[in-house]
């Protein structure tokens, strides 16, 4: 069984479109995650979420907008896309807020804005 | 604010041959320490982890890693690396969140 899913694995589309990635855990976690690896590989946390609560907003665009119906899904919005936008989106998941949790990843979505 | 530092960006080994991977990070406060790796295709999973106590801590595979406090290092290590060791290694730091670093690709030749 998939503890962290995210659709699609895949995505290309071009600036100025409207897009979204979906983000599923099964783990029972309350906390979730979105990261950003860029071309060079660097992973950056975005957002996290806490009980369908935003905790964590890591200065990013406000064209990106997550939003969690329930604790189980956290799924990202991104509007107006732009060429910067191409990279490898994650979702994470955890038991909770506490940094000894351990975060548990999805497969990632590969994202190409062009 | 916190930051991580891998040493090294691409490793090439020979298989038996023996690992060590570098790690620093800087913060102020209490740090929970990780080793994760993404094989190829595959999503990234936790390889060790570090909270506390024993400063020498054994992850799955026969990875290792050892905090050295003094030196804010967190470095991983594995006396005989297999082909199926082939994967990026990334080291991570949970202060207030999780900061990766920039990864270190290891190839093992075989």
């Known amino acids: 069984d998939t503890a962290v899913s995210q659709t699609p694995k895949y995505l290309v589309t071009q600036m100025g479109n409207d897009k979204s990635i979906k983000c599923e855990q099964n783990?029972?976690?309350?906390?979730m995650y979105w990261y950003k690896q860029d071309s060079k590989k660097f992973l950056k946390i975005m957002f996290s979420?806490?009980?369908?609560?935003?905790?964590i907003n890591e200065t990013v665009p406000n064209r990106f907008s997550p939003k969690s119906p329930d604790k189980a899904h956290l799924n990202l919005h991104i509007n107006s896309l732009e060429l910067g936008d191409s990279a490898v989106y994650f979702c994470?998941?955890?038991?909770?807020?506490?940094?000894?949790?351990?975060?548990?990843f999805g497969p990632g979505t590969r994202l190409t804005v062009t | 604010a916190q930051s991580v530092s891998q040493h090294n960006h691409h490793v090439i080994l020979s298989e038996a041959a023996s690992l060590e991977l570098g790690c620093n990070y800087s913060?102020?406060?209490?740090?929970?320490l990780f080793w994760y790796v993404q094989y190829p295709g595959q999503h990234l999973q936790l390889l060790l982890k570090y909270f506390s106590g024993d400063p020498l801590v054994k992850g799955i595979k026969g990875f290792e890693a050892e905090f050295i406090k003094s030196k804010f290092s967190f470095n991983l290590r594995k006396p005989s690396v297999q082909w199926s060791d082939t994967a990026e290694y990334f080291c991570?730091?949970?202060?207030?969140?999780?900061?990766f670093g920039a990864g270190t690709i290891l190839r093992v030749k075989s």
């Open positions: 991570a730091v949970n202060g207030d969140k999780l900061v």
């Open positions: 979420y806490n009980n369908k609560e935003l905790i």
């Open positions: 994470a998941s955890s038991q909770g807020t506490s940094a000894f949790y351990e975060q548990y």
């Open positions: 913060y102020g406060g209490t740090v929970n």
């Open positions: 783990l029972g976690h309350d906390t």
